[in-house]
């Protein structure tokens, strides 16, 4: 599913393949077990997606609102809101080391093998950065997880609760929550040792596995969406943080989003964005096969879904998503 526009136009939205298209995968042929064509589903414009980690910039708008209303610093320790995460608050890890994974937290935890709620909490709250806070970076899950306690923390209220008040609801985006969402593209037959846990075939729950065992809502991954409903996300931050009659967030707000080195948003990075880096673009993958771009010096924006784990993971190949941000750039000169 590929969505792009320059400013308030869609100028291409178009789907191809199929939503699902496998049963399960066979080991041993290293193959997908194909459904009898009349039970595939093919794939739509209005197919939801799992979107894996682009639920990371709904809670990076989330924190960033949070900000504007003064109830979140962005310098301050995460510590001070959260002093029951001992190993974090002695680091002195700060919520913008979140937002830039300059935490020196490490990539994930097994929280998915778990027993209990209180013992991934447990796990959450002794887990020190690897790393000294603030000298480099390393994309880490965890940062996007702590940001959800801080803010599940300062306004009483759950991540979802806070992504459907203060974004898709004004934005009028219906499609756009987290699961379960049964009419979902399928993602993976999910079974160890390629997976973290033994689910099978994946479709209309999220796919990460630790979203997964936090019950689905989770700051990293848990949200579905279309390519249309984020094409209207798209379309409000490259405008400044409105849309239509409604505001999410202020101009200035937005651009310390997308700003090098980014709020959330990775910026002018080649190896998924293709020619559209190097100008001041933002965006962000997904471990499913989704992406998304703004380009803010031509007012454009790329919205790439796909189940590219269905039937199951294998190595990434960022080259469609670049190659896709090449043509765009092409097409839309500065």
Avoid at 153 to 164: K, N, W
Avoid at 180 to 195: L, M, N, S, V
Wanted: proline share 7%.
């Amino acid at each position: 599913m590929v969505v792009a526009g320059r400013g308030p136009v869609i100028a291409v939205e178009e789907a191809v393949g199929w939503a699902v298209r496998y049963a399960a995968y066979d080991e041993q042929a290293d193959r997908g077990v194909e459904l009898p064509p009349r039970d595939r589903v093919p794939m739509t414009v209005d197919t939801p997606f799992d979107l894996a980690s682009l639920t990371k910039l709904f809670t990076a708008v989330a924190a960033v609102q949070q900000l504007e209303r003064g109830t979140l610093g962005i310098d301050a320790r995460v510590g001070a809101y959260l002093p029951d995460f001992r190993a974090v608050a002695h680091a002195g890890i700060t919520v913008r080391q979140l937002l830039t994974h300059t935490s020196g937290l490490r990539p994930e935890l097994p929280l998915y093998d778990c027993a209990s709620h209180e013992e991934r909490l447990a796990l959450l709250r002794a887990e020190a950065p690897v790393g000294a806070p603030g000298t480099s970076y390393c994309y880490s899950d965890l940062n996007a997880l702590l940001l959800q306690y801080v803010l599940e923390r300062i306004t009483g209220r759950t991540l979802d609760v806070l992504v459907r008040d203060g974004i898709t609801r004004p934005l009028g985006m219906t499609a756009t929550g987290f699961g379960p969402c049964p009419g979902a593209a399928a993602t993976e037959d999910q079974r160890r040792p390629w997976a973290k846990a033994d689910r099978g075939m994946v479709r209309g729950r999220v796919h990460d596995e630790n979203a997964w065992a936090l019950g689905g809502v989770a700051g990293h991954a848990g949200l579905f969406s279309t390519g249309r409903d984020l094409a209207v996300f798209c379309r409000t931050l490259l405008a400044g943080g409105s849309y239509g009659t409604a505001r999410i967030l202020g101009p200035d707000f937005v651009e310390l989003m997308l700003t090098p080195p980014g709020l959330g948003f990775a910026v002018d990075q080649p190896w998924f964005m293709g020619e559209l880096a190097g100008r001041g673009a933002a965006g962000h993958t997904g471990f499913t096969g989704t992406s998304l771009v703004l380009d803010p010096a031509t007012d454009t924006f790329l919205v790439l879904l796909a189940n590219t784990v269905h039937p199951r993971r294998r190595g990434p190949d960022n080259g469609p998503r670049a190659r896709a941000g090449d043509r765009l750039a092409r097409a839309v000169r500065v």
